[in-house]
C-alpha cells in the first residue's frame, strides 16, 4: 500500500487521541457512541502493520498534515512521537513532503495506491463529499506518476525521521 495524505495523518498511522478528536469534531456532529465505536474501529484496523507475513506500507505526508494539533498540544506531540515509533518498522516506510518541496501535483489531494496478492493494482481517492475505488487501469497509472513524483520530492525516511523528531521537540 502507496499512500499519500495532504492534511490529515492516515488513519493506519493514527493515535486514539487524534482520531477521537477527528470523529468527535465531525460535521454533521455525532453522538459520544458513534465516536467511541469510530475510533475503536479505526484502531483495530491497525493491527495490520504487524501482520504476519508483513504488508509493505509507504506513507508520505504532507508537512500540513503534521502541523495541525489536532486534540489539543498534548494529543499532537502523542501523534509526532507515534509517527516515529511506526517509522521504525521495517514494513513501513514514511516520508514527509515539507512546504519548501511543495509541487502541485501534491497539493490536489490524498491517494492511496494498493496492489492484492494477486497483483491486481487499484487507485482510492477521496474528496469533499466523494470518495472512488477503480481499478481503471488509467487511473491508477495517473496516481502511480503522481505519486512516484511527490516520493521524488519527499525527504527520504531518515531525512523526515528527524523532520518529525525536531516537531517534537519544539512542542
Known amino acids: 500500500m502507496w499512500s499519500y ?4 495523518i492516515p488513519g493506519l498511522l493514527q493515535t486514539e487521541a487524534y482520531a477521537r478528536a477527528l470523529f468527535a469534531n465531525h460535521w454533521p456532529p455525532v453522538d459520544d457512541e458513534t465516536v467511541d465505536e469510530r475510533t475503536a474501529a479505526r484502531l483495530e484496523r491497525q493491527h495490520l502493520l504487524a501482520r504476519k507475513p508483513p504488508v509493505a506500507f509507504s506513507f508520505v505526508l504532507y508537512e500540513a498534515a503534521l502541523r495541525a494539533p489536532l486534540g489539543g498540544r498534548q494529543a499532537h506531540r502523542e501523534q509526532l512521537q507515534h509517527l516515529l515509533d511506526v517509522g521504525t518498522l521495517r514494513n513501513v516506510s514514511l516520508q514527509v513532503l515539507p512546504f519548501e ?11 492511496v495506491l494498493l496492489e492484492s496478492q494477486e497483483r491486481d493494482r487499484f487507485a482510492y481517492s477521496t474528496g469533499q463529499s466523494i470518495s472512488q475505488l477503480t481499478a481503471d487501469p488509467d487511473v491508477v497509472s495517473s496516481h502511480a506518476g503522481r505519486l512516484s513524483m511527490i516520493r521524488a520530492e519527499a525527504l527520504n525516511a531518515e531525512e523526515s525521521a528527524v523532520f518529525i523528531k525536531r516537531m517534537v521537540d519544539e512542542l
Open 101 to 111: 518541496r511543495a509541487l502541485s501535483v501534491g497539493t490536489i489531494g490524498p491517494m
Open 5 to 8: 495524505e495532504v492534511s490529515l
